[in-house]
């Protein structure tokens, strides 16, 4: 006999928010179906070792954001930044990456030119080539526009090892600037309100590559979906460590601050496209911060907490007036079709 509650249950959008829903999802059928001790890690990327000394990094993602075009990027640049910033935060430099449109029938030539065109020029300004791809054309109302699912290929850096089995009491934790902008410029567009945020989308490689060479650096994640809140509880998440960060150490921008506010939003949670939260060394803290804030995508960027030995498995945050809240994971979707 069929599990009722098995047939009973629905794909929602809250299954694509980089939340609790979204981790049940993928425990409770891929994981459990397409189990391997390569997928088991549930990195950004997978680390393949074909042969010889050097390890490649393979990633890939699908992007869907609704409108096509918003301030500060388009789905082309989510498209080529969210696969080259995937492989980034592994320590892998990005060579190359696949391009597959769905489109559906009855999109205007022009917007394909656009989106096209804007792909090419991201790709040249990450140092990726486009060097595969596929198209489908659906039947009209069987998708939205275009859909683009992009995949990618990076070289580990030789004895760079990435993980969360690395990070120890004291540790820092570093972002290289403003939280919170790419969603709610997505959401300002959808809905029309007048704002000046701008998306951050951009490519990571350059920024994180800086950061290596100075050393110390034990895990990297770019905080997309579910934003910074999400990815600090995935790294304390049955850990024998915990973390904390200070409100006032948060580089958010007042726009974003008032915005989130008028919407009844935490910029904690919303996602962003250009930015990666890494663990560091005590020791290397103050190195890699100083050789981050010397790069275009890291002049804001600031030490936002640190690894403790109390509080095992939580985020605690600590407030401008000295309180303190956990962070727990996201559970709904608070802004669907953001990437």
């Not at 397409?34 to 890939?60: E, H, M, V, W, Y």
């Not at 290289?176 to 490689?205: Q, Y």
């Not at 989130?260 to 919303?270: A, K, N, Q």
């Amino acid at each position: 006999m069929k599990n009722k509650n098995a047939q009973d249950k629905k794909i929602l959008l809250s299954h694509g928010s980089g939340g609790t829903a979204m981790s049940s999802l993928i425990n409770e059928l891929m994981l459990k179906k397409f189990d391997n001790p390569i997928l088991r890690q549930l990195t950004d990327s997978a680390i393949l070792k074909p042969s010889g000394d050097k390890k490649l990094c393979f990633t890939t993602d699908s992007y869907v954001v609704n409108p096509l075009f918003f301030p500060g990027g388009d789905i082309a640049t989510l498209a080529v930044n969210g696969t080259v910033n995937d492989l980034s935060v592994m320590g892998a430099k990005p060579l190359y990456i696949s391009c597959s449109f769905i489109l559906e029938e009855g999109l205007d030539w022009v917007i394909l030119d656009k989106i096209t065109a804007s792909m090419a020029k991201a790709a040249g300004k990450a140092g990726v080539q486009i060097v595969t791809g596929d198209t489908k054309v659906v039947e009209k109302g069987s998708a939205d526009k275009i859909f683009i699912n992009t995949s990618g290929v990076g070289i580990l850096q030789k004895g760079l090892i990435l993980s969360k089995n690395k990070i120890k009491t004291g540790d820092k934790i570093i972002i290289n600037g403003e939280i919170g902008a790419h969603g709610l410029a997505v959401m300002s567009m959808r809905e029309n309100f007048k704002t000046d945020i701008k998306s951050d989308c951009a490519p990571l490689w350059e920024l994180i590559e800086s950061m290596l060479i100075v050393g110390g650096v034990k895990f990297m994640r770019d905080p997309t979906r579910g934003g910074v809140a999400s990815v600090l509880c995935e790294i304390a998440e049955n850990s024998a460590f915990g973390i904390q960060i200070k409100e006032e150490f948060l580089p958010i921008h007042e726009n974003v601050s008032s915005f989130s506010e008028i919407l009844g939003l935490d910029p904690l949670y919303i996602a962003n496209e250009g930015k990666v939260v890494a663990v560091v060394s005590r020791g290397k803290a103050s190195s890699i911060l100083s050789k981050m804030k010397k790069h275009p995508l890291g002049k804001e960027s600031a030490i936002i907490g640190e690894i403790t030995k109390e509080n095992k498995g939580k985020v605690l945050l600590e407030t401008v007036i000295g309180g303190k809240r956990i962070i727990d994971r996201l559970v709904g979707d608070q802004l669907p079709r953001i990437c």
